[in-house]
């Protein structure tokens, strides 16, 4: 990132909006030869005299075989633009391939891709946002649902960081009384009583308080992830989900193909919110209401990033777990799971899409032998008997660390941040307050008030320190 | 006309606080030092309060001392009147004063330079800085004074105090001078002009003067010293010497209505002066107009010496006319027959704005040339010896080719004072505050020693005697914390035990009867720094926060222009105050932490170091960072020299 901070002039560009597929999709370019990169990629276009930010409708040339495509550019022609220097918004088509093509087009043009989080420490550097701002750009994009964006858009417009600021202000005030005290302690003057200290001081930590809570409530905000359970019919998929998640979600019957639409639970494995979807039974469909049913839960399946492969026990037995994903089952779905790769033999694997699967065996308290399958690799479980849940708890969060790294993302990287200042601050004005109560001399008092100052101050990014900024702009994602 | 010629390593100009202080520490640490004062008989003069000390400047005295200084001897020798301030408080608030014989400290002082070997005191009125510039390097080479007489030297030390371009004001009646019955030093001040210094103004004042024959004592509350005085150096024992009492009356609104009535005619108001002045020492017109709401205001009558009827009106400080001035007093308490035998005035003086220094005091533009003391923005006895000492000592280092002494915020108030002049400047006459210490439940007075003596020893600064007394204490301190480890008081090991509120060290001595052989002074260490781990603890947890700002070291020669995107704002106050660290630049103010951002990725970058060399090299050292300039730029000979001087004056 400190190279990054070291170049603002280079024209770099990337996707500026979400990596789904959507309607709208965003490129962004900023830097220096910004408006020259977009000369190069659009056709006709002429960069107007304007100073002022303008909106021109341009046909990008992107090569065969795209060919041309229209979009809206938006162009800031001079610094006075988010990032500091002179920026171009390409808005067009959300489809991803399209938008990647854009950028490649715009590299040809002599932009460079953007590092991970690099338009908005540009923004930073230029002043434009502060620091919980800054990270709430990233919240804003990668909100999973809209609490998320709430919370996100909340900080952006500065709602987390004005309370902060204002009890820094009251607290600065408060110290300076204080100080007063203590310097001038030959002047006839009783500069404040311990009363008003400590009702200073506990507004202050009132706030603080409230300021932690928001903030720490968003450090579980991490984007949730889905699990789908598959499996043939009765296999004990919805047994499984309810002993997962404590309580009985899915309608569980011994009728095979209870489960009708897709069911699902959200709850926390290790610390992390995953939805786990409980799907229809995997058979042929017998009718258009099969057949929908089943539909939604390959959707999902799409989207989930670990696959629960559930198998009776009593069929698993003497099955590798790898053949179940090689197209072998009884269903329409090879289609699907033929993509699928085995990297080992433990039941975890990679999906060349860089999800991954989990083999199951389900109702293990109904076969002898359930230690033969976990040897052959399957998960061993029991949704009934609570057996093997743990392990597959296990087994879940370690894929999911494989593939998110740890749980820290998106807006949570303020609260990551917070987990360290404001409680540094919550714990200072508390030893603050002791320091009153126990009479201990305004000058501990003081001297907590300012290891609180200096700890909000981090917060809303008045006092600088480099190891706040080296975190929180490595967390950023591309663009934003 | 030949010239007579002195050669010496070092000049000091100016024998206030300051420059005795500069003087005798770079003599003691063997350059061949001389100080030259327009008055032998006002060396070590107190201009106004006859009195060391107060809450931190107290501090800077214990560490001035700490340091091999005179202050804390002189003090110590001269106090009529001590008093621990604060004392109600933490240790870190303590902070010693002491009411001192004026004429009795300024022998004293005066007597301790003329013993002090290497080092020549002169009466000599400079009239011009000699300089050279080679290769667009401009260094100091000497200096000429009044009577065709020139001293040459390495390092020249400019502690002029308030007698730049000085203006007194008594009302109406305006005297050049920098001190009542002197004049001013012009020679001096279009030297600084014409090697380009930045120049500005401040103002300040001093009260009347009474004389205790026509003062009711009797009538007002008297302000004894305290019963168990305690002296400012650490090689000092005990004070023994009687002590005298101050005294505490106030005005009232018949006073504020005699000032008020005359405020038109107080230059302050009038317009006559529109220099800044200190905010934390107003003239009593300024409290009179800015605290309209309070009815009176403290007045201490504080004896100017045992041999001496004069009383110094501590809270007083005015430029209003003389029938004024008379009028006040006929109207306070005790005071209403007193003979006003000094009237107070207002003085106005050039300064020169600090941030043109580097840390060290050495000038960021004239090599070899050092300010200290009032010449920099500061007041204050104190924070002039502090100064005056950091550029005596660096003025060697710099002789020897050794890097500057810059005590650090977290190591000195001293450290603090240095910080703030060179990195933020400042928009009134600088006092040091407990509060610009952020650290300041580390810096007390009683630990000055612990913190910088062995420092000043291993620099030449303090001589084997203090470091022996601190090593012993050092010592002391060890065998007490061993003692106390071994005993046991409820099952509780000793200095857990200690810790408790309500414990004190006789109680320890009580349950382990051989810590009763421990000095009083390295018991006190013993038990704050039980009592306050914690405290302690968690400001170093800060120190080391900020020391990792402070290891990121910035070239002399850093070029901030070639960091395109920072604000222009940022290139120019980086540019001026060209700080040594990172740590040094976040303080500057108006600089964001976007702007540090910035120039840590350049200087993590290896970029933006293209920019000339010539400029930055000289001082642009810290501690921990070695000065190789000094010894080359030395040897070019006097033929060579490309003397600028003024013409004498008439």
């Not at chain 1, 795209?66 to 938006?74: E, V």
């Not at chain 1, 909000?456 to 900024?469: A, S």
Request: charged residues 25%.
């Amino acid at each position: 990132m400190i190279s990054a901070a070291a170049d603002t002039r280079t024209t770099i560009v990337a996707i500026a909006s979400s990596s789904a597929p959507a309607l709208r999709g965003i490129v962004r370019i900023a830097g220096e030869d910004a408006v020259g990169v977009l000369a190069a990629m659009a056709s006709g276009f002429v960069a107007s005299a304007s100073t002022r930010p303008y909106r021109v409708d341009v046909s990008l040339e992107l090569g065969a075989p795209l060919g041309k495509l229209a979009a809206a550019a938006l162009v800031w022609p001079t610094s006075r633009s988010y990032t500091g220097s002179p920026s171009v918004e390409l808005h067009t088509f959300g489809s991803p391939p399209l938008l990647e093509a854009i950028v490649a087009a715009a590299v040809r043009a002599g932009a460079r891709p953007a590092g991970p989080g690099e338009f908005t420490m540009r923004a930073f550097l230029a002043g434009r946002i502060d620091l919980t701002q800054a990270e709430a750009v990233l919240g804003v994009i990668d909100a999973a649902d809209r609490d998320q964006l709430d919370a996100a858009l909340d900080q952006l417009a500065g709602n987390v960081s004005r309370p902060l600021r204002s009890v820094r202000d009251r607290l600065l005030d408060l110290l300076a009384d204080i100080e007063a005290g203590l310097d001038f302690v030959d002047e006839d003057i009783r500069f404040i009583e311990d009363e008003s200290v400590l009702s200073e001081l506990s507004g202050a930590a009132e706030v603080i308080g409230e300021a932690k809570a928001q903030l720490t409530g968003r450090h579980r905000a991490i984007a949730t992830v889905d699990i789908i359970l598959r499996g043939l019919p009765n296999v004990g998929k919805s047994s499984l989900l309810n002993a997962l998640a404590g309580e009985t979600v899915a309608i569980v019957s011994d009728e095979a193909g209870t489960t009708r639409d897709v069911v699902w639970h959200e709850l926390e494995i290790e610390g992390r919110p995953v939805r786990l979807i409980d799907t229809a039974g995997q058979e042929t469909p017998r009718d258009a209401i099969m057949r929908e049913s089943q539909r939604v839960a390959r959707d999902s399946q799409r989207t989930a990033a670990i696959t629960l492969v559930c198998v009776d026990a009593d069929v698993a037995v003497g099955v590798d777990p790898r053949e179940l994903l090689r197209g072998n089952g009884p269903d329409e779905t090879a289609d699907e799971t033929s993509r699928d790769r085995c990297e080992d033999t433990s039941g975890v694997g990679t999906r060349c899409d860089g999800t991954g699967w989990l083999a199951v065996a389900t109702r293990c308290d109904l076969v002898e032998r359930p230690d033969e399958l976990a040897a052959a690799g399957w998960i061993v479980t029991s949704g009934r008997e609570g057996q093997g849940l743990e392990a597959l708890r296990q087994a879940i969060a370690g894929e999911l660390d494989r593939q998110f790294g740890l749980p820290e993302r998106g807006v949570s990287a303020t609260a990551a941040r917070c987990g360290d200042s404001i409680v540094r601050a919550e714990r200072a004005i508390g030893a603050a307050i002791d320091a009153v109560s126990t009479e201990a001399g305004h000058e501990w008092v003081a001297g907590e008030i300012r290891v609180a100052l200096a700890a909000i101050g981090e917060e809303t990014g008045e006092i600088y320190t480099d190891d706040i900024l080296d975190r929180v702009f490595s967390r950023f994602c591309i663009g934003k | 006309m030949i010239d007579t010629t002195y050669d010496y390593d070092i000049i000091v100009i100016g024998a206030g606080h300051a420059g005795t202080e500069a003087a005798a520490a770079a003599a003691r640490m063997g350059a061949r030092t001389v100080l030259l004062t327009t008055n032998l008989d006002t060396v070590g003069q107190m201009s106004c309060n006859p009195a060391i000390g107060g809450v931190a400047k107290g501090q800077i005295v214990r560490e001035v001392d700490a340091l091999g200084g005179l202050m804390g001897l002189a003090i110590d020798a001269c106090g009529i009147q001590f008093r621990m301030l604060n004392c109600r408080k933490g240790p870190a608030m303590h902070s010693p004063r002491a009411q001192a014989d004026k004429r009795g400290y300024q022998a004293f002082i005066k007597h301790l330079i003329e013993r002090q070997p290497g080092l020549d005191l002169r009466q000599e009125t400079v009239e011009d800085l000699l300089t050279e510039t080679v290769a667009g390097r401009t260094r100091v080479v000497g200096v000429r004074v009044r009577g065709d007489a020139v001293y040459r030297a390495r390092s020249v030390i400019l502690t002029t105090g308030t007698f730049l371009q000085a203006v007194m004001h008594t009302g109406t009646a305006t005297t050049a001078g920098g001190r009542a019955g002197e004049g001013t030093t012009g020679g001096i001040s279009g030297a600084l002009a014409r090697l380009g210094f930045e120049i500005d103004r401040f103002k300040t004042g001093t009260p009347a003067r009474l004389s205790a024959r026509g003062i009711d004592f009797a009538s007002l509350e008297a302000q004894p010293g305290d019963a168990d005085p305690q002296p400012f150096s650490f090689l000092t024992d005990r004070i023994e010497r009687e002590q005298l009492p101050c005294h505490i009356t106030y005005t009232n609104d018949a006073v504020h209505e005699v000032i008020r009535k005359n405020l038109h005619r107080a230059p302050m108001y009038s317009g006559q002066i529109n220099t800044r002045g200190p905010r934390y020492c107003p003239s009593i017109e300024d409290k009179v107009v800015r605290f309209a709401d309070k009815d009176q205001h403290q007045i201490f009558l504080e004896p100017e010496g045992r041999q001496t009827e004069e009383v110094y009106v501590n809270g007083v400080s005015t430029s209003l006319p003389r029938d004024v001035q008379d009028e006040i007093f006929r109207n306070i308490r005790g005071c209403e027959r007193a003979l006003i035998m000094r009237y107070g005035y207002a003085v106005e003086y050039d300064f020169c704005p600090p941030t043109q220094l580097w840390p060290s005091l050495e000038s960021k533009s004239v090599e070899g040339l050092f300010f200290a003391g009032q010449i920099n923005g500061t007041t204050g006895y104190e924070e002039a010896a502090g100064q005056g000492l950091i550029a005596g000592a660096n003025a060697a280092l710099k002789l020897r080719g050794d890097e500057p002494f810059v005590p650090g915020r977290d190591e000195a108030y001293i450290g603090v004072l240095l910080d703030d002049l060179v990195t933020r400047g400042t928009d009134e006459p600088y006092r040091m505050f407990t509060s610009r210490a952020e650290y300041r439940l580390l810096l007390r007075q009683d630990n000055a020693d612990r913190r910088l003596t062995a420092c000043g020893f291993e620099l030449g600064l303090v001589d084997a005697d203090r470091h022996r007394r601190l090593t012993d204490k050092l010592a002391a301190m060890e065998r007490a914390r061993s003692w106390l480890v071994e005993t046991r008081v409820d099952q509780v090991r000793g200095d857990v035990y200690l810790r408790r509120p309500e414990v004190d060290w006789q109680v320890m001595v009580g349950h382990e009867p051989k810590l009763a052989e421990i000095d009083a002074a390295a018991a006190q260490q013993v038990v704050y720094d039980i009592k306050y781990a914690g405290y302690v603890d968690r400001q170093q947890e800060e120190i080391d926060r900020h020391r990792r700002l402070a290891d990121k070291r910035i070239p002399a020669e850093f070029d901030y222009a070639a960091i395109r995107p920072l604000r222009s704002e940022a290139k120019q106050k980086l540019a001026k105050i060209r700080p040594l660290t990172l740590d040094q630049a976040q303080r500057i103010s108006g600089i964001t932490p976007a702007d540090i951002t910035l120039v840590m990725a350049h200087l993590v970058g290896g970029r933006a170091t293209s920019g000339s060399a010539g400029g930055g090299g000289s001082g642009a050292t810290n501690v921990g960072q070695r000065e190789s300039s000094a010894a080359t730029v030395s040897t070019t000979s006097p033929a060579d020299t490309n003397v600028i001087a003024d013409e004498p004056r008439e």
